[in-house]
């Protein structure tokens, strides 16, 4: 008697079992994988921006061309293209100085030198007061201006191959660089 279950006992643990069961079933039938569900896309908030194409780069090729004179290129040409649109260069042309993989810049001049020229000579440049220009110098004159490495030189160069800088100001824009830094650059720099 004394192991003997009562039937109320027995009563309330089937229903325990019942609920325990009926449970397990609910979360099973949960979890199971239902439909896809579609959600709209959301509307932007501002105005649509207009499909943007790039605008071309305009370069004057002179030098060691067949025909010198300014091109008209798609944006990410580089030097290579700037040549085979002037015509290719010519037999006395010093291709080795130039750099025929850089990518162009808008407004930019490429000088082929002749055989045995500098390209220093070649590129005689209009008096700017010695001052560095942050959309046509080098990485290497980059490197040279105070405060500025040889990452800081690249992170320039590559932000003019994005957006040619239109400004001195422009160069808080790079980081790593500024306020302190761009003020100790302004009077060295040019557009």
Request: no cysteine.
């Amino acid at each position: 008697m004394r192991w003997a279950v009562s039937r109320r006992l027995a009563t309330a643990a089937a229903g325990v079992l019942l609920l325990v069961a009926v449970a397990v079933g609910v979360r099973a039938a949960s979890l199971a994988p239902g439909p896809a569900v579609s959600l709209p896309t959301p509307a932007p908030s501002g105005p649509v921006p207009a499909a943007t194409t790039p605008t071309p780069v305009v370069v004057d090729v002179a030098g060691a061309v067949v025909t010198p004179g300014v091109v008209r290129l798609a944006a990410g040409s580089r030097v290579v293209d700037a040549l085979a649109a002037a015509g290719g260069a010519t037999a006395e042309a010093e291709l080795g100085a130039l750099n025929l993989a850089r990518v162009l810049l808008d407004g930019e001049q490429i000088v082929v030198p002749l055989q045995g020229e500098s390209p220093a000579a070649a590129a005689a440049a209009p008096d700017d007061g010695g001052l560095v220009d942050l959309n046509t110098a080098d990485t290497a004159a980059l490197d040279e201006l105070p405060g500025i490495g040889p990452v800081l030189a690249e992170r320039i160069a590559a932000h003019r191959q994005d957006r040619p800088f239109t400004s001195v100001d422009e160069l808080a824009d790079v980081a790593g660089i500024g306020p302190t830094l761009l003020e100790r650059l302004r009077d060295l720099v040019r557009v």
